[in-house]
């Protein structure tokens, strides 16, 4: 009940700071989350006993097999567990072996009790080519020898794995990229060959100091290479310990701490590691010994109070060299005189009108005019040209930072080399999770191309596998608060219009302009043709995501194909092509959309023209319509996509065999035997009911079919005669009696003529 009422009063308070709009789009995304169990997610991903042997087949035509060395962390006197043997020995890929052997390419690492799945080094075989070393994801197995507590791991992320081991135990390692590293000594402490390792006589203590082996040993590979590849299926299920010591996690995360800042050390980077104990993490958090200028950008459109409370908090941070640039965009009146109250100085500055001050700790503010049209890129753009800092903060007017040092811990991960960009946690008033990172190639029904994590987490929750909480790298993180190297922001060319560019430069008539739209965004990709998609690829901007758009621009033309044409382009496209076999096809798509809504309107069955002129006049504006609109829609199919001219194909193509349908069952209908039969149930129920019969009128015998056949005398009568019985009727109704409506009527309408008169 208690959790019920605070997402109610979270829900007020959302309601109240975002507006109507905003609420009913954050339920909607609510409303989208999904959710499968572990089980099920098993059942959609395990492997048929077909697939298992189709791999068998396939690693025993491998004329250069990879050899694979397990290594079991185990004590020397211990067995191994029959149930890893058991594992080994069901391996769809049998080149391995658990003693040192000269052929080893790699060496996979496993402890003792480990269950490898059937295709595990399968799939590790397999993606062996460029990787000098493969993690994979994994799982645990319970008491009760169930599968449980999934850990899908992401692809490679530096931060993440200096927080924490999520490689974890079990990985592989080629032996020739050991050698090059001259990392035999790091290995040989694994396997059990240092003299200090085997005089640890504590079991818990002993196998604390091999998972911080590996973990050393990580951290030592990552030194020396890049090529790491993570296989998104689990393949190790590891046993689970409920009973371990609680001095283990306190060893094990402080040696932790104390590795990441020898290889922090070893890296060239300055940085404090401590202990999470909370998320049984480390924490890093690295600074720069000089302050370097920093420059934050607001664009603000007048939302006076907002603004107010967003420089409230950068007020509070304990950096002291900033400064603030507002990019005002077309406000009213007031906010230009709350402008002259936080910067009173006004001066032109070539050519802009500009407001300068100073705020608390001597921190510089001021306010540049954007006269133009709001567009977000043009005005971060035009607020850099103003900007003197060596780092940029682009930050939105509506967020209000919670802590002090922000603009430290940013700068610190900011300054690192091959970092550009780094970005906040952001909640929503209601203590949700708005923003914790962007992930490309995921977001449902929303974006298509991106999604923020975690959104809609609450506040005090750490999400899967404390993800939420954890420093990790990112495809992308929200302009809303960012920070940005100079150097990286002008190589860049700033914040640019890629994709109207790209629409004007490719003439993408039928694509809108994109603006912050989500959707209008997925309308552009949609509408792209494969060479587009390739042009989008070759963009430099876009180098980094070009393996992300080659994929989604597969999956799409899978989607969009129909036959030899994609239902994105336009007929008259393919008609340019010069190609016979498209042009023929394309054609074929207006001239069947005439035909198939021609024989459609064919097979209606026409009203008989009653009356008049009236009549007739209607009747030949609808044949003239029947005419027209299947050439139109002919037409149209030349211009507008592929896919709309096969929609209206289909559709008249159903309506056609439906009308056929419903044309075959009335030519055997008899509408008197239909009438007889309803009258004869009609008559049974009177008589149930001891009511007499009723006889049938001529008018409920008359067939359908002579229906439109009605007399002509019976619709249109002479107009004297109609004119002389109103007549007749007027005069009558002068001597209507007393106290009726029709006397009532004749007093009304004697007082309006004695008042005409007047």
């Known amino acids: 009940m208690k959790d019920i009422v605070s997402k109610v009063i979270r829900g007020f308070h959302f309601l109240r700071c975002y507006g109507v709009k905003d609420f009913f789009i954050r339920l909607r995304e609510k409303g989208e989350e999904q959710g499968i169990t572990y089980d099920e997610w098993k059942k959609l991903h395990s492997l048929t006993e077909k697939q298992l042997q189709e791999q068998k087949k396939a690693a025993e035509s491998w004329t250069d097999k990879p050899f694979f060395r397990i290594v079991i962390g185990k004590e020397p006197e211990e067995e191994i567990s029959p149930a890893t043997l058991n594992s080994l020995k069901n391996q769809t890929y049998d080149h391995w072996s658990i003693e040192e052997n000269k052929r080893a390419a790699m060496i996979l690492f496993l402890n003792n009790g480990d269950v490898l799945a059937e295709q595990a080094l399968y799939r590790i075989a397999c993606s062996s080519d460029e990787k000098d070393l493969i993690y994979y994801d994994d799982d645990k197995v319970t008491d009760v020898k169930e599968e449980a507590v999934p850990f899908f791991k992401p692809d490679y992320n530096l931060d993440l794995l200096r927080t924490e081991n999520y490689f974890g135990t079990s990985f592989v390692v080629k032996c020739e990229f050991i050698e090059k590293a001259g990392l035999q000594e790091k290995l040989c402490n694994i396997t059990g060959k240092n003299r200090i390792y085997e005089e640890i006589q504590n079991r818990t203590q002993k196998a604390a100091e091999r998972e911080i082996q590996l973990y050393e040993f990580i951290l030592c590979c990552i030194e020396h290479t890049e090529r790491i590849g993570h296989i998104s299926d689990i393949l190790v299920h590891h046993m689970e310990n409920k009973n371990m010591d609680p001095i283990y996690w306190d060893y094990y995360l402080q040696r932790q701490c104390e590795l990441v800042e020898q290889h922090l050390q070893r890296m060239g980077e300055k940085a404090k590691v401590t202990v999470e104990n909370q998320l049984q993490a480390c924490s890093v958090q690295y600074y720069v010994t000089e302050h370097e200028r920093v420059s934050i950008i607001i664009p603000n459109k007048d939302e006076i109070e907002v603004l107010q409370k967003c420089l409230d908090g950068i007020k509070k941070t304990n950096y002291d060299n900033c400064e603030i640039i507002i990019v005002e965009n077309n406000s009213c009146k007031d906010t230009f005189s709350f402008y002259r109250r936080i910067a009173p100085g006004e001066e032109k500055v070539h050519g802009v009108q500009t407001f300068q001050g100073k705020l608390s700790h001597n921190m510089d503010i001021k306010v540049v005019v954007w006269e133009n049209e709001f567009n977000y890129s043009k005005l971060n753009n035009f607020g850099v040209q103003f900007a003197t800092g060596k780092y940029y903060i682009f ?122 739209n989500a959707d209008s965004i997925v309308d552009f990709l949609y509408a792209l043709s494969p060479s587009q998609w390739k042009s989008l690829q070759d963009i430099s901007q876009f180098s980094g995501f070009s393996d992300q758009i080659s994929k989604t621009a597969s999956e799409i033309q899978k989607m969009q194909t129909f036959g030899v044409l994609n239902i994105a382009d336009q007929p008259l496209s393919y008609i340019k092509t010069g190609s016979l076999i498209l042009i ?66 289909a559709s008249a193509v159903v309506r056609s065999i439906q009308q056929l349908l419903i044309n075959r069952h009335l030519n055997k209908m008899n509408i008197d035997d239909l009438v007889n039969e309803n009258m004869k149930k009609m008559e049974a129920k009177r008589a149930k009911e001891g009511l007499p019969p009723q006889k049938i009128t001529n ?43 029709t006397a009532k009527a004749n007093m009304v309408k004697a007082f309006d003529e004695k008042n005409k008169k007047k």
């Open 584 to 649: 023929i096809a394309a054609l074929a798509i207006p001239v069947l959309s005439w035909a198939t809504q021609m024989l459609n309107l064919k097979l209606m069955p026409q009203a008989a023209t009653q009356g008049g002129g009236e009549n007739n006049a209607m009747a030949s504006s609808m044949k003239t319509m029947n005419t027209v609109m299947p050439l139109m829609s002919a037409f149209f199919c030349f211009t507008f996509p592929v896919g709309l001219g096969i929609y209206w194909i």
């Open 395 to 516: 930050l939105n007017n509506d967020v209000e930072m919670i802590g002090t040092d922000w603009i430290l811990r940013l700068s610190g991960d900011c300054h690192r080399n091959k970092v550009g960009v780094t970005g906040v946690k952001l909640y929503y008033p209601d203590d949700t999770v708005q923003h914790a990172g962007i992930v490309i190639g995921i977001g449902g029904s929303k974006r298509g191309i991106a999604a923020n994590m975690f959104q809609g987490l609450p506040r005090e929750e750490h999400g899967y596998q404390n993800r939420a909480s954890l420093q990790a790298d990112y495809s992308a993180v929200t302009a809303a608060c960012m920070m940005v190297k100079k150097d990286v922001f002008d190589a860049v060319d700033g914040f640019t219009d890629i994709i109207n560019n790209f629409i004007a430069d490719n003439k993408m008539t039928r694509v809108r302009q994109v603006t912050d």
């Open 699 to 741: 008018q409920a015998h008359q067939s359908v079919k002579n229906i439109n056949k009605i007399d002509k005398g019976m619709s249109g009568s002479d107009e004297a005669n109609r004119a002389k019985k109103v007549e007749e009727a007027y005069q009558n109704a002068a001597h209507a009696k007393e106290g009726s409506i």
